[in-house]
Nanobody
Framework: QVQLVESGGGSVQPGGSLRLSCAAS????????MAWFREVPGKEREGVAA???????NYADSLKGRFTISKENAKDTLYLQMNNVKPEDTAIYYC??????????????????????WGQGTQVTVSS
């Protein structure tokens, strides 16, 4: 069994920065695809960024340049660095993992992780 625990959410002013963390515990396979998603009530869960165990990354087009996904293998931790945040970034942010390499074109789709694991989410609120 794998557990994912997000942290680092909170309130931040527009233009500010925030770093989210996702700590994984349990047996982690050597090949995986991990991603960040976000969800706003009444809207579909949106893929933010994904990272393969080989280090390759993929981002939602609208977020390129502001968000950076990274991982620290020694700590089994995934990160999302959010810079120049905007009110529309307000959402609950989730991390997810699926075994196997990321599939190009599918790594930012929530259904890809249906057989994997999800964290409980962390709230990010951007307002002045």
């Amino acid at each position: 069994q794998v557990q994912l625990v997000e942290s680092g959410g909170g309130s931040v002013q527009p233009g500010g920065s925030l770093r989210l963390s996702c700590a994984a515990s349990g047996y982690i396979y050597s090949t995986y695809c991990m991603a960040w998603f976000r969800e706003v009530p009444g809207k579909e869960r949106e893929g933010v960024a994904a990272i393969d165990s080989d280090g390759s990354t993929n981002y939602a087009d609208s977020l390129k340049g502001r968000f950076t996904i990274s991982k620290e293998n020694a700590k089994d931790t995934l990160y999302l660095q959010m810079n120049n945040v905007k009110p529309e970034d307000t959402a609950i942010y989730y991390c997810a993992v699926e075994w196997g390499h990321c599939s190009s074109g599918y790594e930012l789709k929530a259904d890809t992780y249906a057989q994997g694991y999800w964290g409980q989410g962390t709230q990010v609120t951007v307002s002045s």
